[in-house]
């Protein structure tokens, strides 16, 4: 089983988020004890961005076991595909940007299920991407 993670459930973990760090630590173990764990291009580089330096967060993704994942070209279209659909009618509900899409796109490419919190949006734009929200711990 391969679970694509999103930013907002590394953040809940590297930022001790005092709400939803530990669905959040709890949901990684879980998936990772049930198979591999990827990140995208631009959870990535999200992520990084948190750290002081590059040597500390790669030295916590080794840790946590969590493999880069390269876009591929088909995932990149979709989202840019979906992208524009969503913006056809005005900003995307929710002021969700281009990243939202690549993330999702990403996951249903090269992943079997995407762990993130932000399970609305991705429902409802990328319908039959299985998501595990960290706070309830089951596929939906």
């Known amino acids: 089983m391969i679970t694509a993670v999103d930013t907002n459930v590394l953040l809940d973990v590297f930022l001790n988020d005092p709400t939803f760090c530990p669905g959040s630590a709890n949901a990684l173990r879980k998936c990772l004890a049930e198979g591999a764990l990827i990140a995208c291009d631009v959870v990535w580089a999200e992520t990084m961005a948190v750290f002081p330096t590059d040597r500390q967060f790669e030295a916590v993704m080794s840790e946590l076991q969590i493999t ?15 992208w524009r659909s969503a913006r056809s009618g005005g900003t995307p509900r929710g002021g969700r940007v281009i990243a ?3 993330v999702a796109a990403h996951a249903a490419e090269c992943a079997d299920r995407l762990l993130t919190r932000d399970r609305g949006f991705y429902r409802s734009h990328f319908k039959g991407l299985s998501l595990v929200d960290p706070l309830r711990l089951a596929l939906s």
């Open 68 to 82: 880069f994942s390269p876009m591929p070209e088909k995932a990149a279209a979709r989202a840019g595909r979906l």
């Open 100 to 102: 939202d899409f690549l």
